[in-house]
């Protein structure tokens, strides 16, 4: 006979549909890692000296993959380019649009014909293999690092294609005394 008053019992699951649904999850979250991480945000570390003062060689960053699926890059972001050898991945900041008239004299950026309002720059900006006045052409941007000194960038690669932006740096994760958003 049937007693209510008894408890039931539970079935007993088996050992296999254990490691069966365990082995799932963790396939699940391993493929949910590496969307986010190759299609949403990244994390990188900056290995030259390129960015001085912003950024300095060591800082870990966390790279937005999604900005520029949605949007065009804007003057002042700082971005992570795919440099001419394909492993290389270059931090910069944009400084030119579409369109923009860039010009360099004594040391100095003119966009459109203004003095850029530079504060976070390291030493003095000279043209390197670049003929000026240059008009950045449509679907590029120009980029160069804050050490204007020790920068390879648009100077000498010329204009970036939209295509060839990976992301945007948005967080400074490492030093701990420097966590925190970066402009």
Known sequence: MNNPSSPKKEPKRSLFREIREWTAAIV???????????YAFAQ?????????KTLVEGQRLVE??????????ERGDIVII????????????????????????????YINGRLSEETYTKGETFPEGLKLPFTVPEGTV?????????????RELGPIRFSSLEGKVIFRLWPPNRIGPVR
């Open 142 to 154: 120009f980029v160069m690092g804050d050490n204007r000194e020790n920068s390879q960038d648009s």
């Open 82 to 109: 795919k440099g001419p050898e394909s492993e290389l991945r270059l931090v910069k900041r944009v400084i030119g649009l579409p369109g923009d008239n860039l010009d360099m004299k004594n040391g100095h950026v």
């Open 28 to 38: 699940i979250a391993v493929a949910v890692s590496m969307l986010i991480r190759n």
């Open 44 to 52: 990188t570390e900056v290995h030259n000296v390129s960015m001085q």
């Open 64 to 73: 937005d993959k999604l900005s520029y699926r949605f949007s065009n890059p």
